[in-house]
């Protein structure tokens, strides 16, 4: 059973730094594509940052240059550096990983900057 578990929200003034973790279990995050969306009030669920099995990353335009998604494969999780935080990058921030033609997301993490 894939399970993935999100971590290291939390309240930040703009211009601050968080980094998010997920935790993956039924899973191995080196030979999948791990991704985290970010879902802001009244918005729809867009993607943030992915990386595939050989390390390539994408980011949304968005956060390019300021988020960097890594792995740790020995504790199998997938991180979301974040620096340079805006107001505008609040919102619940979900792991993601497609599976055997399924779709599996984390229970989300709430970031919040203020102005």
């Known amino acids: 059973q894939v399970q993935l578990e999100e971590s290291g929200g939390g309240l930040v003034q703009a211009g601050g730094s968080l980094r998010l973790s997920c935790a993956a279990s039924?899973?191995?995050?080196?030979?999948?594509?791990m991704a985290w969306y970010r879902q802001a009030p009244g918005k729809q669920r867009e993607l943030a940052a992915q990386?595939?099995?050989?390390?390539?990353?994408h980011y949304a335009d968005s956060v390019k240059g300021r988020f960097t998604i890594s792995r740790d494969n020995y504790k199998n999780t997938v991180y979301l550096q974040m620096n340079s935080l805006k107001p505008e990058d609040t919102a619940v921030y979900y792991c993601?990983?497609?599976?055997?033609?399924?779709?599996?997301w984390g229970q989300g993490t709430q970031v919040t900057v203020s102005s």
């Open positions: 039924g899973i191995i995050v080196s030979i999948n594509t």
């Open positions: 993601y990983v497609r599976k055997n033609s399924r779709d599996y």
């Open positions: 990386i595939t099995s050989s390390g390539t990353t």
